[in-house]
């Protein structure tokens, strides 16, 4: 299994290519999650913490501007339907976020009345400078908090789910934003990736086929 993981990875997370959507069964990918934490020999609660990257748990929460923010489970509250949901790990001081955020906003401009969702979770960043980002950007979809800010903590990326996610799949940039999953509802059990910036047009039409129905 490792073996296909490597090949449905290849060139994936290469100097030239880290932009490109990739496919990645979830199958393979709780497979290769089981197996870091056997080898880690975790304690239950913390094996419990990783397996939920599959609930999407790091997208859970409260937004920053005291909203209920789920788009990945159906069964609790405040449950907000879409047919394909962005989840993008970012920072406020990562350029590559910078760059990648007007691209997103666009996005989420021409799709969200077709079922787009996007949800952005900061990692390693300070409250209120990623409060100040988006205020200054006016992100009109769901802003999270994820972790500390490194430079209270630079040993933080070691304790995240990102960082684990990112280690699976032979993502070894050091902080790794941005990190995006696009979960479609139609086909739960493929995630398709992007580590790093995603390529705009190539996320537009991976777009338009799997909202074309709405």
């Known amino acids: ?27 393979e990918l709780k497979y290769q999650l089981k197996t870091f934490i056997a080898g880690k020999e975790l304690s239950p609660a913390d094996s419990t913490e990783i397996m939920g990257i599959f609930e999407f ?21 405040n449950y907000t339907p879409s ?29 969200k009345d077709k079922g787009l ?25 769901p802003v999270l908090i994820g972790s500390e800010d490194r430079e209270e903590n630079p040993e933080v990326r070691l304790e995240t789910t990102h960082y684990i996610l990112r280690t699976i799949l032979d993502d070894y940039r050091r902080w790794g934003t941005p990190f995006y999953i696009i979960y479609v509802k139609d086909t739960p059990d493929t995630w398709y990736v992007v580590a790093g910036e995603f390529i705009e047009n190539e996320i537009d039409e991976f777009l338009a086929e799997h909202l074309s129905k709405n």
């Not at 989840?87 to 997103?104: I, K, M, S, T, V």
């Open 117 to 141: 969702g996007i949800v952005l979770n900061f990692m390693y960043s300070n409250p209120e400078s990623v409060r100040e980002y988006a205020n200054e950007n006016d992100i009109p979809f």
């Open 57 to 77: 748990r790091d997208f859970i929460g409260v937004d920053l501007g005291g909203n209920p923010v789920n788009y990945s489970k159906p069964e609790a509250e």
């Open 1 to 27: 299994m490792q073996i296909l993981i490597a090949i449905l990875l290849l060139g994936f997370l290469s100097a030239d290519e880290k932009t490109n959507l990739q496919p990645v069964p979830v199958d």
């Open 83 to 111: 047919d394909v949901v962005i989840f993008g790990y970012y920072a406020e001081w990562c350029p590559n976020c910078r760059q990648n955020l007007p691209a997103a906003l666009r996005l989420y401009e021409s799709y």
